[in-house]
């Protein structure tokens, strides 16, 4: 699935909350509103990324999470870090880029887990 680039997404961390900007001609941006707002921990979102499906990945800093989310913010899938809480950005790789490569900064490790294909929400 392609996603469009019509809208920017910006983790606001201590806000613990996902923003949605519109993207328009000229750059200007509009209506930012709350695409997610997740829970718990003494973070929140920090480093986002797109899986080839098109659902969004978000290192959730502070309770050591990857959240998987369909394109309507639905959680679809969990990954709880095995080294320290502090997961702070992630990226796809690998041959077919589904090597999952996540920091975590409380330890200084580099976490790597399989991402399996999904089919999007909806």
Do not use: Y
Request: glycine share 14%; net charge negative.
């Amino acid at each position: 699935m392609t996603v469009p680039l019509s809208h920017l997404l910006v983790a606001v961390t201590r806000a613990n909350q996902i923003w949605r900007l519109p993207l328009h001609g000229g750059g200007a941006v509009t209506k930012a509103g709350i695409f997610c707002h997740l829970h718990g921990g003494p973070g929140g979102p920090d480093g986002l990324a797109w899986d080839p499906e098109g659902n969004l990945l978000v290192a959730h800093t502070g309770i050591g999470t990857i959240w998987q989310l369909s394109p309507w913010a639905e959680p679809t899938l969990g990954i709880t870090s095995c080294a320290g809480a502090s997961t702070t950005n992630l990226c796809l790789g690998g041959s077919d880029g589904r090597e999952l490569f996540i920091t975590e900064s409380e330890t200084g490790c580099i976490l790597r887990a399989r991402l399996e294909a999904s089919v999007a929400a909806r």
